[in-house]
Protein backbone atom coordinates (compact mmCIF):
# COMPACT_ATOMS: atom_id res chain seq x y z
CA UNK A 1 0.00 0.00 0.00
CA UNK A 2 1.27 3.67 -0.39
CA UNK A 3 2.02 5.11 2.43
CA UNK A 4 1.89 9.07 0.85
CA UNK A 5 -0.84 10.60 -0.81
CA UNK A 6 -0.35 13.50 -3.35
CA UNK A 7 -2.91 15.34 -5.44
CA UNK A 8 -2.67 14.41 -8.86
CA UNK A 9 -2.02 17.31 -10.48
CA UNK A 10 -1.80 21.06 -9.70
CA UNK A 11 -1.07 24.17 -11.41
CA UNK A 12 0.85 27.46 -10.82
CA UNK A 13 1.51 30.61 -12.90
CA UNK A 14 5.21 31.24 -13.47
CA UNK A 15 7.09 33.69 -11.19
CA UNK A 16 4.52 32.53 -7.97
CA UNK A 17 4.98 30.15 -5.39
CA UNK A 18 4.13 26.89 -5.01
CA UNK A 19 2.98 24.39 -2.02
CA UNK A 20 2.83 20.93 -2.90
CA UNK A 21 0.93 19.15 -0.23
CA UNK A 22 1.66 15.24 0.78
CA UNK A 23 -0.19 13.30 3.32
CA UNK A 24 1.64 10.59 5.23
CA UNK A 25 -0.69 9.76 8.29
CA UNK A 26 1.08 6.62 9.24
CA UNK A 27 4.30 8.04 9.47
CA UNK A 28 6.65 6.07 11.79
CA UNK A 29 8.97 8.46 14.11
CA UNK A 30 11.95 6.81 12.09
CA UNK A 31 10.26 7.85 8.85
CA UNK A 32 12.34 10.50 7.12
CA UNK A 33 10.42 12.37 4.19
CA UNK A 34 12.12 12.74 0.91
CA UNK A 35 10.81 14.54 -2.21
CA UNK A 36 12.51 13.97 -5.16
CA UNK A 37 11.09 15.82 -9.25
CA UNK A 38 11.07 14.11 -12.66
CA UNK A 39 11.47 16.17 -15.23
CA UNK A 40 10.19 14.97 -18.78
CA UNK A 41 12.63 12.47 -20.44
CA UNK A 42 13.97 12.52 -17.32
CA UNK A 43 15.36 10.44 -13.86
CA UNK A 44 13.83 11.31 -10.69
CA UNK A 45 16.47 13.88 -9.26
CA UNK A 46 16.31 14.98 -5.33
CA UNK A 47 14.96 17.98 -4.26
CA UNK A 48 15.30 17.48 -0.27
CA UNK A 49 14.23 15.70 2.91
CA UNK A 50 13.47 16.07 6.43
CA UNK A 51 12.84 14.56 9.70
CA UNK A 52 10.97 16.60 11.88
CA UNK A 53 12.28 20.24 11.51
CA UNK A 54 11.34 22.04 8.33
CA UNK A 55 14.24 22.30 5.91
CA UNK A 56 15.46 25.02 3.70
CA UNK A 57 17.65 24.40 0.50
CA UNK A 58 18.91 26.48 -2.82
CA UNK A 59 16.54 24.29 -4.43
CA UNK A 60 13.19 24.15 -1.97
CA UNK A 61 11.84 24.62 1.35
CA UNK A 62 10.04 21.91 2.93
CA UNK A 63 7.18 22.43 5.82
CA UNK A 64 6.64 19.47 8.16
CA UNK A 65 3.59 19.40 10.37
CA UNK A 66 4.14 19.35 13.83
CA UNK A 67 2.40 15.92 13.86
CA UNK A 68 4.36 15.02 10.84
CA UNK A 69 1.35 13.51 9.26
CA UNK A 70 1.29 15.89 6.38
CA UNK A 71 4.15 17.82 4.87
CA UNK A 72 4.44 20.77 1.73
CA UNK A 73 7.03 21.47 -0.91
CA UNK A 74 7.35 24.54 -1.00
CA UNK A 75 8.99 26.34 -4.42
CA UNK A 76 9.28 30.22 -3.81
CA UNK A 77 9.44 31.52 -7.56
CA UNK A 78 7.64 28.90 -9.72
CA UNK A 79 9.85 28.75 -13.21
CA UNK A 80 8.65 26.99 -16.27
CA UNK A 81 12.12 24.55 -15.09
CA UNK A 82 9.98 23.65 -12.49
CA UNK A 83 7.30 21.67 -14.66
CA UNK A 84 7.67 18.26 -13.70
CA UNK A 85 6.44 15.29 -11.37
CA UNK A 86 7.02 15.58 -8.21
CA UNK A 87 7.03 12.76 -5.68
CA UNK A 88 7.25 12.47 -1.79
CA UNK A 89 8.43 9.14 -0.03
CA UNK A 90 9.28 8.14 3.16
CA UNK A 91 12.47 6.29 4.17
CA UNK A 92 12.67 4.63 7.09
CA UNK A 93 15.53 4.75 9.11
CA UNK A 94 14.96 1.97 11.44
CA UNK A 95 16.56 -1.09 9.08
CA UNK A 96 15.22 -2.84 6.31
CA UNK A 97 12.49 -0.29 5.74
CA UNK A 98 15.32 2.01 4.59
CA UNK A 99 15.71 -0.01 1.20
CA UNK A 100 11.75 -1.11 -0.17
CA UNK A 101 10.96 2.22 -0.83
CA UNK A 102 7.38 3.14 -2.47
CA UNK A 103 7.23 5.98 -4.97
CA UNK A 104 3.33 6.13 -6.25
CA UNK A 105 1.94 8.50 -8.80
CA UNK A 106 3.02 11.74 -8.21
CA UNK A 107 1.98 15.05 -8.50
CA UNK A 108 2.25 16.64 -12.06
CA UNK A 109 3.36 20.63 -11.45
CA UNK A 110 2.36 22.69 -14.51
CA UNK A 111 3.83 26.04 -14.64
CA UNK A 112 2.40 28.51 -16.91
CA UNK A 113 3.76 31.36 -18.05
CA UNK B 1 31.31 13.37 -11.80
CA UNK B 2 29.25 11.41 -9.32
CA UNK B 3 26.32 9.31 -11.15
CA UNK B 4 24.77 6.25 -11.79
CA UNK B 5 24.82 4.84 -15.89
CA UNK B 6 22.65 2.84 -17.26
CA UNK B 7 22.99 0.94 -20.32
CA UNK B 8 21.76 0.84 -22.96
CA UNK B 9 19.33 4.04 -23.29
CA UNK B 10 16.81 2.63 -25.47
CA UNK B 11 16.49 -1.68 -26.57
CA UNK B 12 13.85 -3.32 -28.64
CA UNK B 13 13.98 -7.28 -28.47
CA UNK B 14 12.02 -9.99 -28.96
CA UNK B 15 9.69 -12.12 -26.49
CA UNK B 16 11.67 -14.61 -24.86
CA UNK B 17 15.59 -13.36 -25.47
CA UNK B 18 17.64 -13.06 -22.35
CA UNK B 19 18.65 -9.42 -22.18
CA UNK B 20 20.81 -7.83 -19.00
CA UNK B 21 20.43 -4.16 -18.39
CA UNK B 22 23.27 -2.67 -16.15
CA UNK B 23 24.03 0.20 -13.60
CA UNK B 24 26.85 1.49 -12.55
CA UNK B 25 27.65 3.75 -9.73
CA UNK B 26 30.79 5.62 -8.72
CA UNK B 27 29.85 7.08 -5.27
CA UNK B 28 31.17 3.99 -3.35
CA UNK B 29 27.06 3.30 -2.33
CA UNK B 30 25.94 0.52 -0.33
CA UNK B 31 22.23 0.47 -1.70
CA UNK B 32 21.33 0.29 -5.45
CA UNK B 33 18.02 -0.50 -6.68
CA UNK B 34 15.99 -0.75 -9.95
CA UNK B 35 12.15 0.70 -10.48
CA UNK B 36 10.16 0.37 -13.61
CA UNK B 37 7.67 3.36 -14.62
CA UNK B 38 4.59 2.89 -16.44
CA UNK B 39 1.85 5.47 -17.90
CA UNK B 40 -0.99 6.05 -14.92
CA UNK B 41 0.96 3.29 -12.53
CA UNK B 42 4.16 5.48 -11.40
CA UNK B 43 7.56 4.32 -10.07
CA UNK B 44 7.68 0.77 -9.01
CA UNK B 45 10.63 -1.30 -6.87
CA UNK B 46 11.65 -3.90 -8.41
CA UNK B 47 14.18 -5.57 -6.44
CA UNK B 48 16.70 -3.95 -4.10
CA UNK B 49 20.60 -4.39 -2.50
CA UNK B 50 21.68 -3.12 0.93
CA UNK B 51 25.26 -4.11 0.14
CA UNK B 52 27.78 -6.62 -1.82
CA UNK B 53 25.70 -10.00 -2.25
CA UNK B 54 22.91 -8.97 -0.49
CA UNK B 55 19.42 -8.19 -2.73
CA UNK B 56 15.90 -8.09 -1.62
CA UNK B 57 12.35 -8.51 -3.75
CA UNK B 58 10.22 -4.77 -4.08
CA UNK B 59 6.72 -4.38 -5.40
CA UNK B 60 7.00 -5.92 -8.78
CA UNK B 61 10.19 -8.85 -8.86
CA UNK B 62 7.99 -11.54 -11.00
CA UNK B 63 10.04 -11.87 -14.41
CA UNK B 64 13.29 -10.35 -12.98
CA UNK B 65 16.63 -11.23 -11.67
CA UNK B 66 19.61 -9.08 -10.47
CA UNK B 67 23.19 -10.05 -8.62
CA UNK B 68 25.23 -7.41 -6.76
CA UNK B 69 28.59 -8.95 -6.65
CA UNK B 70 30.44 -5.99 -6.66
CA UNK B 71 29.43 -3.04 -5.24
CA UNK B 72 29.38 -0.14 -7.92
CA UNK B 73 26.88 -2.66 -10.23
CA UNK B 74 23.71 -3.85 -10.14
CA UNK B 75 22.56 -5.40 -13.17
CA UNK B 76 19.25 -6.26 -14.35
CA UNK B 77 18.79 -9.79 -15.71
CA UNK B 78 15.29 -10.48 -17.90
CA UNK B 79 15.68 -14.57 -18.99
CA UNK B 80 12.95 -14.63 -21.21
CA UNK B 81 11.49 -11.41 -21.22
CA UNK B 82 7.73 -10.90 -22.39
CA UNK B 83 5.55 -7.49 -23.97
CA UNK B 84 3.92 -7.03 -20.42
CA UNK B 85 7.52 -6.01 -19.57
CA UNK B 86 7.61 -3.26 -22.20
CA UNK B 87 8.44 -0.16 -19.50
CA UNK B 88 10.74 3.10 -18.54
CA UNK B 89 13.46 1.30 -16.41
CA UNK B 90 15.68 3.58 -13.81
CA UNK B 91 18.71 2.17 -11.46
CA UNK B 92 18.97 4.59 -8.64
CA UNK B 93 21.85 4.39 -5.52
CA UNK B 94 22.62 5.53 -2.12
CA UNK B 95 24.58 5.43 0.77
CA UNK B 96 22.24 2.75 3.76
CA UNK B 97 21.30 5.40 5.62
CA UNK B 98 17.37 6.67 5.42
CA UNK B 99 18.42 10.48 5.47
CA UNK B 100 20.37 9.86 2.59
CA UNK B 101 19.31 10.83 -1.09
CA UNK B 102 18.61 8.99 -3.86
CA UNK B 103 20.92 8.71 -7.19
CA UNK B 104 19.01 7.84 -10.75
CA UNK B 105 20.45 6.82 -13.81
CA UNK B 106 18.58 8.62 -17.18
CA UNK B 107 16.32 5.32 -17.68
CA UNK B 108 16.62 2.55 -20.29
CA UNK B 109 13.33 2.19 -22.24
CA UNK B 110 12.65 -1.45 -23.00
CA UNK B 111 10.43 -2.25 -25.49
CA UNK B 112 9.82 -6.43 -26.26
CA UNK B 113 8.05 -7.57 -29.27
Known amino acids: DAKTTQPNSMESNEEEPVHLPCNHS???????IHWYRQLPSQGPEYVIH???SNVNNRMASLAIAEDRKSSTLILHRATLRDAAVYYCILRDSSGAGSYQLTFGKGTKLSVIP | EAQVTQNPRYLITVTGKKLTVTCSQN?????MSWYRQDPGLGLRQIYYSMNVEVTDKGDVPEGYKVSRKEKRNFPLILESPSPNQTSLYFC????????????FGNGTRLTVT
Open chain 2, 27 to 31: MNHEY
Open chain 1, 26 to 32: TISGTDY
Open chain 1, 50 to 52: GLT
Open chain 2, 92 to 103: ASSWWQAGSPLH
